[in-house]
Nanobody, 128 residues
Framework: QVQVVESGGGLVQAGGSLRLSCAASGRTFSSSYMGWFRQAPGKEREFVAAIRWSGGITYYADSVKGRFTISRDNAKNTVYLQMNSLKPDDTAVYYC?????????????????????WGQGTQVTVSS
């Protein structure tokens, strides 16, 4: 069984920064990539960023590109999301997702259906 645990959320003023962490444990040796999604009140869950374990190729939503950075630590089986220049619109519950099997050509890493396990989420609130 795979366990996914996020941490690092909190309350921050606009323009501030936060760093989220996501640690995956259990049967994760075959994992190919991990990603971050977020969901604000009254809105659908949306893609934020993703990273492939092999090569560290990254993917970003247009709304966060240039402000957020996703990275990985293979030894710790952990991914991070550094969030800078935060805006009130970034307020949401942030979820970490894990792909357990191999990357398949055609995968966009932007779809919920391309992930197998999810964390409980961590709240990020940005005040103006």
């Amino acid at each position: 069984q795979v366990q996914v645990v996020e941490s690092g959320g909190g309350l921050v003023q606009a323009g501030g920064s936060l760093r989220l962490s996501c640690a995956a444990s259990g049967r994760t040796f075959s994992s190919s990539y991990m990603g971050w999604f977020r969901q604000a009140p009254g809105k659908e869950r949306e893609f934020v960023a993703a990273i492939r374990w092999s090569g560290g190729i990254t993917y970003y939503a247009d709304s966060v590109k240039g402000r957020f950075t996703i990275s990985r630590d293979n030894a710790k089986n952990t991914v991070y999301l550094q969030m800078n220049s935060l805006k009130p619109d970034d307020t949401a519950v942030y979820y970490c997702a894990v792909r357990l099997t191999a990357y398949i050509p055609g995968n966009t890493l932007r779809s919920v259906s391309e992930y197998d396990y999810w964390g409980q989420g961590t709240q990020v609130t940005v005040s103006s």
